[in-house]
């Protein structure tokens, strides 16, 4: 059974940063393609950040140069370092395959806000 939890998010000021973690369970994690992604209210679902098991990474273009996404295979944890946030940044980020093809986890509320 797979499970994906995310850890934190919080609330911090615009221009401030956070580190985002995925615990993975469930799944050979160092073979996969892994990714965050980040729901804002109203909006859809869309891809943050992904990378490769050879640590290749490829960015939104919104997030390019802000945030840092990498793995660590010996703790199947998945990680977002996100600086220089803006309230445009605000929403529940959860982590999951490339193509979202496992169970979502409850993800981790960012909020952005002075």
């Known amino acids: 059974q797979v499970q994906l939890v995310e850890s934190g998010g919080g609330l911090v000021q615009p221009g401030g940063s956070l580190r985002l973690s995925c615990a993975a369970s469930g799944i050979i994690f160092s073979i996969r393609t892994m990714a965050w992604f980040r729901q804002a209210p109203g909006k859809q679902r869309e891809l943050v950040a992904f990378i490769t098991i050879s640590s290749n990474t490829n960015y939104a273009d919104s997030v390019k140069g802000r945030f840092t996404i990498s793995r660590d295979n010996a703790k199947n944890t998945l990680y977002l370092q996100m600086n220089s946030l803006n309230p445009e940044d605000t929403a529940v980020y959860y982590c999951?395959?490339?193509?979202?093809?496992?169970?979502w986890g409850q993800g981790t509320q960012v909020t952005v806000s002075s």
């Open positions: 999951n395959g490339r193509e979202g093809q496992f169970s």
